[in-house]
């Protein structure tokens, strides 16, 4: 299930694309893109091959509305943490808290953006071009929030963050999860430490 309902232009989806699109989140997590044929989503989400092509037209819009709306959703989640707290450090940590909360999560499969990128190797493609801009849109969320507390190289310290937070990810998925949490964990509060011996 999606964190959160998508739109189509503003408005919720129309049940059928709605549930073939949750069809899809779940299948594509559970056993891969390549992996899910249209024929298995039509089964899984009811509809009738008519109306997966009116709402999609083909697998591959369908993978590029999946993305895009796991990484709306995303984000939209991680916009309520972030305001959910007043100081710029405690911001901060809430990305940590977001990851920890995912790694503990019964159906984590990994991150479902590295997963999707590993399927299309074409940085040129339509997913990986979403998936490039959900990456960026995170580190911008980051950088913000360093240059709010006031580090001396918010883009720099950002960069380190991603990379701690992609491999948290991607580590606690395939190795150990709670291990995973701790290590990013003190990957961020190290960022933050070497500001302070900086100032």
């Known amino acids: ?7 189509d232009n503003g408005r919720p989806l129309a ?3 709605l549930r073939i699109l949750e069809a899809a989140t779940a299948l594509f997590s559970q056993e891969g893109i390549r992996a899910v044929g249209v024929d298995r989503l039509i089964q899984q989400s009811s509809v009738t091959k008519a109306t997966f092509y009116k709402h999609f037209g083909s697998k591959d819009r369908l993978i590029q509305h999946y993305v895009a709306a ?9 916009d309520e943490h972030i305001a ?5 450090h405690a911001r901060l940590m809430s990305l940590v808290d977001a990851v920890h909360a995912d790694l503990r999560h019964d159906s984590f499969r990994g991150s ?10 074409d940085p040129r493609d339509p997913v990986r071009i979403i998936i490039a801009s959900h990456h960026e849109a995170i580190a911008m969320r980051v950088t913000d929030l360093l240059t709010a ?8 310290a950002a960069d380190q963050i991603m990379v701690a937070y992609v491999g948290a990810l991607s580590w606690g998925y395939v190795g150990d999860p709670i291990g995973a949490s701790v ?14 011996l900086a100032a």
């Open 70 to 78: 796991a990484s709306a959703a995303t984000l939209a989640s991680l």
């Open 183 to 196: 290590a990013f964990r003190r990957s961020v509060e190290r960022v933050l430490d070497d500001q302070l």
């Open 1 to 7: 299930m999606l964190v959160a309902t998508p739109v």
């Open 112 to 121: 479902l953006f590295v997963n999707a990128a590993a399927e299309f190797p």
């Open 149 to 156: 507390i006031g580090h001396s190289m918010p883009g720099e």
């Open 15 to 17: 049940p059928a694309k």
């Open 84 to 88: 959910a707290h007043d100081s710029p």
